[in-house]
């Protein structure tokens, strides 16, 4: 805090009255407030969040040239499309023409700006919420409990006055989306939302101004007739809520990728001919460029190592934890992380050819293809919509030709109706409901719902396609075992080791250090240490000279590893890594490392697989290594190793292809293409923020058996979302009949509006009871 306190003093000295404009956005920013700066030619400038800072690191000259101009809204040329019809592509920003939603860029951008359409809703909600929370109460407390706040013949022309708002500009976004269906002839969610709160606020509007058209049994003994503001209102509302959320949760997807591009550097240190290293932005590099990477710094491009060597961390790609030794001539990708060595690099591939770049390409693409679960209540809209309005026509004709006196009123309330007692309040609610008790309901047990997608996917998975480091193992490895050669003890062992291996860079030195410090070994004394690159280290320990490494090593310090070499192969075979020690020439014992398997990961995949599920691993680790991890958790139904982020998303989607609806389960960076491909992804919450933001699922603790729990709720839910719709068509089936007169030649029974409303609303009731249920479910 001490230095953040300094930096504002110092900024405050600098610019105590001016404010300072951020040369990306424009935004005016108070120097003495800022969070995000960055000094460019001796001159100090200031940004109004860290995106515009990142942009504006990456090419100065770019913004500074447009003396701080905002950026384009869309980039000319940029395809966008609509998130629920991906087959809708055109140049820059619209609506789409199927449903009327805004359409999204296809290419992903670092610009982390909220969604306008999400902004526009948010602000609809609060004032349709505001608005509705007294006209229920108006409405329904006169109805309900003979509570008055206003006097009858003033009550409609209030609620008029609170519901108009709601409907005619909250709402609004939904009526030109109801229209555009109905232009285009996809019926779907729009469509019923249009007709029934259109229905129900017109009537409410004919009812308030000219109550005098309807017949003297309609009126109440106030003399007026019964209105239905509040399920205009309400309505609007709730399927706003619905919307907000559902723009929340794509947002969550935009961050994902985000995190992957993110994982690139913003600019690179190029070594030009005369050998003379600058920074440049990315977007500045070439195929054939030198370029120079510190110790820390992220790989900016796909290349080959030309000069020096490094352990470069490239867990990005194949999800392991060891660092892999990179020399001369050695490939490197883009966005993985150098270790302490520094070298020089010959860019290979840049821009959109990186791995990386496809690696975000492919999770974009996969996340855009989801259809989302209301493609349902869609479907069944289609032919839903033009029955109910069809019936209300007919209803109307009927009533006007063979109708008893009043005709033209009989006939106008009657078709009115079959409109309101059809409004799609409860086909709005069933699907979010019960998504949303289920969403609480897991995060109890461990199982974070990220959509309802995920749900209705995860319900028919027969297929769970899982990572092994990190998913079935710990992802982090230790030493698990020092086998002695010799009459020197393990402890002594362990202490030599360790104390060598303190000075060591190698991957695998840290667990053989953790294990020394967990037992209390000693740390002794350490002169002369050498490292051999590609085959161990050696140095002189409390007199003696120890070596630790492989075969070729010990054969270097003339130790026969010939005594050992059969148990090495063993313990390699189980999955682990293997080292030789030798103490003065003489071979001392071996050392493994491994990555333990999970607690209870045995049980969970029995059990998984008594349920039904065919369970196939799919690592970039070494197919020994990979064997070995499927016996000690029982055996897998299939097993393929050594597999890049693009083999893996192609082993997912052959499985697709062979008629296979598959789950993934994963946890790292190399993941997220293959956790977005599958028909549900399962992030292990220990694992990446970009493996649990391509997911649909997140088990927050890593805990194998939250799958099989995933999988109870997953049914219970879509079998309570199958029960609402029941319901809500059940309603409407027998409704719709009655409203429209049905009953009147038999027993003379009209459905008032005022009865159509209570019956929607009864509906509604039933849908959100039913979905509570799912708190009680066991799971």
């Known amino acids: 805090m001490a230095e953040h306190g300094h930096d504002h003093q110092h900024d405050g000295d600098h610019h105590a009255s001016d404010g300072a404009t951020d040369p990306v956005c424009g935004m005016t920013v108070d120097p003495a407030m800022a969070r995000h700066k960055a000094t460019h030619d001796g001159q100090e400038f200031y940004f109004c969040s860290a995106g515009c800072r990142t942009k504006f690191i990456a090419d100065p000259n770019r913004y500074l040239a447009g003396d701080g101009a905002p950026e384009p809204e869309a980039t ?57 929370v007294p006209l229920l109460v108006l409405s329904m407390g006169a109805d309900m409990f003979g509570l008055r706040l206003v006097n009858a013949a003033a009550s409609p022309w209030v609620q008029l006055a609170l519901a108009a708002p709601i409907v005619l500009w909250a709402g609004f976004p939904f009526f030109a989306r109801g229209a555009a269906s109905i232009r285009s002839g996809h019926y779907n969610m729009f469509t019923l939302i249009a007709i029934g709160v259109g229905a129900a606020f017109a009537y409410s509007v004919v009812a308030t101004i000219a109550p005098h058209l309807f017949p003297p049994a309609f009126h109440t003994i106030h003399g007026q007739v019964p209105v239905y503001f509040e399920a205009a209102g ?33 600019t690179a240190r190029r070594i030009d001919e005369h050998d003379e290293e600058r920074e440049v932005a990315l977007d500045k590099v070439q195929p054939g460029d030198r370029l120079r990477v510190r110790p820390g710094d992220a790989v900016p491009v796909d290349g080959i190592v030309v000069e020096g060597h490094s352990h470069i961390d490239e867990s990005m790609l194949t999800g392991e934890p060891e660092p892999v030794e990179k020399q001369v001539d050695d490939p490197v ?24 770049a496809r690696i975000v390409r492919m999770v974009a693409d996969a996340q855009r293809s989801r259809a989302p679960i209301q493609a349902v209540a869609d479907r069944v809209s289609g032919w839903f919509v033009p029955s109910v309005v069809g019936v209300s026509g007919l209803t109307f004709i009927v009533w006007m030709l063979v109708g008893p006196d009043p005709r033209f009123g009989h006939a106008l309330l009657n078709a009115i109706a079959v ?10 609610l069933a699907t979010p409901m019960s998504v949303m008790v289920a969403a609480g309901r897991g995060a109890h047990a461990g199982v974070l719902i990220r959509n309802a997608e995920a749900l209705q996917a995860f319900e028919t ?32 062992i362990l ?46 320990v409390d007199g003696h000279r120890v070596a630790i490494g492989n075969a070729a090593m010990m054969h270097q310090v003339g130790a026969d590893p010939a005594p050992m070499e059969a148990r090495a192969a063993q313990l390699r075979a189980a999955g682990g890594g293997t080292m030789f020690v030798a103490i003065d020439a003489t071979l001392t014992a071996v050392l493994t490392v491994a ?14 697989r008594a349920n039904g599920l065919r369970v196939v691993m799919l690592t970039g680790d070494n197919a020994t290594t990979a064997e070995a991890v499927a016996d000690a958790v029982g055996g897998l139904d299939d097993v393929r190793a050594g597999l890049t982020p693009e083999d893996k998303a192609g082993a997912i989607r052959e499985l697709q292809s062979a008629g296979h609806s598959v789950a993934m389960a994963g946890d790292g960076i190399n993941d997220a293409p293959a956790l977005a491909a599958a028909d549900v992804g399962l992030a292990m919450g220990t694992g990446t ?35 609402n719709l029941l319901f809500s068509f059940l309603f409407n089936g027998i409704g719709v009949p009655v409203a429209a007169g049905a009953l009147y030649p038999i027993a003379g029974i009209l459905l008032s509006p005022m009865i159509a409303g209570a019956a929607m609303a009864l509906s509604s009731f039933t849908v959100v009871l039913n979905a509570l249920r799912l708190n009680t479910t066991r799971l």
């Not at 820059?92 to 902004?119: R, Y």
């Not at 396609?465 to 030493?479: A, F, H, M, Q, W």
């Not at 990555?595 to 998984?608: F, K, M, Q, S």
């Open 76 to 132: 000319p040329g940029a395809i966008w499309t609509c998130p629920m019809h991906p087959e809708i592509r055109q140049e820059g920003p619209g609506t789409c023409p199927i449903c009327g939603m805004a359409l999204e860029p296809e290419e992903p951008s670092f610009d982390d700006a909220p969604n306008p359409e999400l902004v526009d809703f948010t602000r609809r909600l609060w004032v349709a919420g505001i608005l509705a």
């Open 495 to 540: 202490a030599l080791a360790a104390s060598v291996e303190r000075q060591s860079e190698h991957p695998l030195a840290g667990a053989i250090v953790a294990a020394a410090e967990a037992e209390g070994a000693d740390a002794l004394q350490v002169r002369d240490f050498t490292s051999h690159t590609g085959m161990g280290v050696e140095a002189t």
């Open 333 to 356: 990708t883009g966005g993985t992380v150098n270790g302490t060595g520094s070298f020089v690099m010959r860019a290979e591939a840049v821009g959109a050819h990186t791995m990386l």
């Open 595 to 608: 990555d333990p398997v999970r607690p209870g990961a045995r049980d969970a995949i029995t059990e998984l």
């Open 234 to 266: 309400v309505v609007v509302a709730l399927v706003l809520l619905g919307q907000v959320l559902e723009l929340r949760a794509r947002a969550a997807t935009g961050r994902a990728i985000r995190a992957l591009m993110d994982l690139s550097p913003k």
């Open 419 to 428: 409109l309101v007692i059809a409004c799609p309040c409860a086909l709005g």
């Open 461 to 492: 998975v027969d297929t769970l396609v899982i990572d092994k480091t990190g998913t079935l193992t710990e992802g982090k490895p230790r030493l698990t075992a020092i086998e002695p050669n010799g009459a020197l003890g393990r402890s002594d």
């Open 689 to 723: 923020d970009v493996a649990i933001e391509s997911a649909g699922i997140t088990l927050t603790k890593g805990d194998l058996a939250a799958i099989v729990r995933a999988r109870r709720l997953a049914r219970a839910t879509m079998r309570n979302i199958r029960q």
